[in-house]
């Protein structure tokens, strides 16, 4: 399977990501002349919120810590909501003084990134204010549209959005999941996904060797509670799991040819380079 970075984005977000950094925004307004607040706080693009969670995210994450719901309740339940991304002071300046001490003298505001157990790149991003303060109380809250936030992870490469880190436990965002939130648009798990049926079963076809083609949930979907509770979602992967039946009379040579053949098979299907964040391939006979 190709990587994240060999995969191409949709069409749509590449589009958006095309037109960040420019002189206008996507309405084609100037940034020029405009005032755009403070910059440390969620004051002035939402000066009447109150820095709290949105009701129906926090009923949804809340369902989800006590078993109830799945991942595809809460990532629909972020649509469209405010979130807080946290940024901290970073020295980009210092010089040593007479006495030897290092003293700052500039600091630039640079976003929070994390690393996923696999070394993935990932966005944290809060639901409110007092969860990113309990989590950093050196972290000042940004809030944007958490589309923005999205496409603001997608351009500096994060494969991953973790919602609320330091909540027991954090709900991990993986790509295709990313990359629906970003378009504003529903996702289903590649797992629950037919079309992803239809291709593994697809690139199983005309392979010698090969018995079934069967896809399901992978071992990295679910996430553990602190008290050992395994919540249904919300994991960082493996998302799918593929089990391949063979013949059992092929040789080890001949696993190993078909096994690529199919892997390569795989990959070429274009909804599975879409909607799957991870494979884990599972042999059977």
């Known amino acids: 399977m190709p990587d994240d970075a060999a995969r191409p984005l949709p069409p749509h977000i590449a589009a958006q990501l095309r037109s960040a950094g420019g002189a206008t925004d996507t309405g084609g307004q100037a940034w020029e002349g405009r005032n755009l607040g403070e910059g ?9 919120d109150p820095g709290t969670a949105d009701p129906a995210v926090a009923a949804a994450l809340g369902r989800w810590r006590a ?16 979130v807080f991304v946290p940024v901290v002071a970073q020295v980009s300046k210092s010089h040593v003084t007479a006495d030897g001490l ?19 790149q990932a966005l944290p991003v809060f639901t409110s204010t007092e969860a990113l303060s309990t989590w950093n109380g050196q972290a000042r809250p940004v809030a944007a549209d958490i589309r923005r936030a999205a496409l603001s992870a997608v351009q500096d490469g994060s494969s ?20 629906a939130v970003a378009q504003d648009r529903a996702w289903t798990p590649s797992y629950r996904d037919f079309t992803v049926d239809d291709a593994v079963t697809r690139a199983a076809l005309r392979i010698p060797g090969i018995v079934s083609a069967l896809a399901g949930p992978g071992r990295g979907v679910d996430s553990l ?11 960082e992967g493996p998302e799918l799991t593929v089990s391949l039946q063979l013949d059992r009379a092929l040789t080890e040579a001949q696993v190993h040819t078909t096994v690529e053949r199919f892997q390569k098979a795989l990959g070429a299907q274009e909804v599975v380079a879409q909607s799957v964040d991870s494979v884990q391939l599972r042999l059977t006979t």
């Open 67 to 82: 078993g109830e719901t799945g991942e595809q309740q809460v990532v629909a339940a972020l649509a469209g909501i405010r």
């Open 40 to 48: 440390t706080s969620h004051t002035h693009q939402f000066p009447d």
């Open 160 to 179: 991953l959005l973790v919602v609320d880190p330091g909540s027991d436990p954090a709900f991990v965002v993986r790509r295709p999941a990313l990359w």
């Open 102 to 120: 290092v003293s700052d003298k500039e600091a630039d505001m640079a976003l929070v990134s994390l690393r996923a157990s696999d070394g993935r």
């Open 225 to 235: 509670r602190g008290d050992g509770t395994r919540l249904h979602g919300g994991g």
